[in-house]
């Protein structure tokens, strides 16, 4: 499986420019941390949903693997834009080589041709977002989390079949 890592570029994409939608796809989010990818530190109960409207995923604790338990996320996907929220607790995510979320689509095509970090819905510095055929990565690993603390990213979406 090819990886290669998005530049994650301030600045909104361009809609005119999409080829494709988020809208309808079945994706599964998970939370991974890990040093080693062959053998992570924690990989939190996956959740699967079809795109539509609202919040997708509203993950909270699962109890504690190896001293790590999931942060409390919202997650909501629109058809060219992914936003991620904080709504409970303050703190700062372990640090390890990946410690963030994976939102797997249903696909065999590479879904994403491009990521971007909207800074003006965005509080975090994420700097390490990379995509793998339909799986986006988000690396939240060191950075601060709370009420006040949003991600929100704008993706152009290849023009896929849906599964």
């Not at 301030?10 to 005119?16: D, E, K, N, R, Y």
Request: glycine share 12%; with cysteine.
């Amino acid at each position: 499986m090819k990886r290669w890592l998005l530049a994650v570029v301030a600045g909104v994409l361009s809609t005119a420019a999409t080829a494709g939608t988020l809208e309808g796809r079945l994706v599964t989010f998970t939370v991974e941390t890990w040093d080693d990818r062959a053998a992570p530190l924690l990989v939190a109960r996956g959740r699967t949903v079809v795109v539509g409207q609202g919040t997708e995923f509203g993950l909270g604790p699962e109890g504690f693997t190896g001293g790590l338990d999931v942060v409390p996320v919202a997650v909501e996907i629109a058809p060219n834009r992914i936003e991620l929220s904080y709504p409970k607790g303050i703190g700062r995510f372990h640090e390890a080589r990946f410690n963030g979320y994976v939102l797997r689509f249903e696909t065999d095509c590479a879904l994403f041709q491009r990521v971007a970090v909207d800074p003006a819905g965005t509080t975090m510095k994420v700097t390490e977002v990379w995509a793998e055929t339909g799986a986006l990565y988000i690396n939240v690993s060191g950075l601060g989390y709370g009420p006040k603390a949003r991600l929100a990213l704008d993706v152009e979406v290849a023009d896929c079949p849906l599964s």
